[in-house]
Nanobody, 116 residues
Framework: QVQLVESGGGLVQPGGSLRLSCAAS????????MHWYRQAPGKQRELVAS???????SYADSVKGRFTISRDNAKNTVYLQMNTLKPEDTAVYYC??????????WGQGTQVTVSS
């Protein structure tokens, strides 16, 4: 049973950067595909980036070329490097596994606000 804690959010200007972290506890982190999701007020939660246990990555079209997902299994941590941020990126960001997503289990997330 893995637990996930997101951090690193904050207020940044358009064009700025943030690096989000997702710290995991449990015994199955290294074998799990990890995802970053985001949810803006009044909008559906959307998948923005994924990384498999083997390191394969995928991204939503809206963030391709700007965001990079990575993982450090030794530290049980997943990262989301967010560059060239836009106001449309404003949302609460969550990390999750496939299993937790399937059963509707989410952490508190971390707020990202992009504004001048």
């Amino acid at each position: 049973q893995v637990q996930l804690v997101e951090s690193g959010g904050g207020l940044v200007q358009p064009g700025g950067s943030l690096r989000l972290s997702c710290a995991a506890s449990g015994t199955i982190f290294s074998s799990s595909t990890m995802h970053w999701y985001r949810q803006a007020p009044g909008k559906q939660r959307e998948l923005v980036a994924s990384i498999s246990s083997g390191g394969s990555t995928s991204y939503a079209d809206s963030v391709k070329g700007r965001f990079t997902i990575s993982r450090d299994n030794a530290k049980n941590t997943v990262y989301l490097q967010m560059n060239t941020l836009k106001p449309e990126d404003t949302a609460v960001y969550y990390c999750n596994t496939d299993f937790r997503t399937r059963i509707g289990r989410w952490g508190q997330g971390t707020q990202v606000t992009v504004s001048s």
